[in-house]
Nanobody, 113 residues
Framework: QVQLVESGGGLVQPGGSLRLSCAASGFTFSSYRMGWYRQAPGKQRELVAFITSGGMTNYADSVKGRFTISRDNAKNTVYLQMNSLKREDTAVYYC???????WGQGTQVTVSS
C-alpha cells in the first residue's frame, strides 16, 4: 500500500531553516507529481509547492524565494528546504502524492522565538 512518511519538522526561530523529508513507498514514485501542503490552526489546508515527475516546480506566492522543493527518485523521497522562516509559516506540513491522492501523517513546524 502507499505510504508517505514525513520527517524534519520542529521548533525554529524566525529567520531559521528546516528541511522536511517525505519518504514514499507503494507506487512508482518517479512517475508522479509530489507536493507539500500545510495547515495552520483555524485555516484551510493550502498548497505550499509541488514538483512534477520531470522536475518542474511551482510555489505558493507566500513562500517563493524562501522554500525549495526537490526530489530524489533513487531514494523515493521528496524534500522541502525552508529558509528565512517566518512566524506565519507555523503549521502542520503534509506530503501529498498526486498518484491516487495520498497524504502523509504530517509534521509540525513551529516558528517562534
Amino acid at each position: 500500500q502507499v505510504q508517505l512518511v514525513e520527517s524534519g519538522g520542529g521548533l525554529v526561530q524566525p529567520g531559521g531553516s528546516l528541511r522536511l523529508s517525505c519518504a514514499a513507498s507503494g507506487f512508482t514514485f518517479s512517475s508522479y507529481r509530489m507536493g507539500w501542503y500545510r495547515q495552520a490552526p483555524g485555516k484551510q489546508r493550502e498548497l505550499v509547492a509541488f514538483i512534477t515527475s520531470g522536475g518542474m516546480t511551482n510555489y505558493a506566492d507566500s513562500v517563493k524565494g524562501r522554500f525549495t522543493i526537490s526530489r530524489d527518485n533513487a531514494k523515493n523521497t521528496v524534500y522541502l528546504q525552508m529558509n528565512s522562516l517566518k512566524r506565519e509559516d507555523t503549521a502542520v506540513y503534509y506530503c501529498y502524492a498526486y498518484a491516487g491522492g495520498y497524504w502523509g501523517q504530517g509534521t509540525q513546524v513551529t516558528v517562534s522565538s
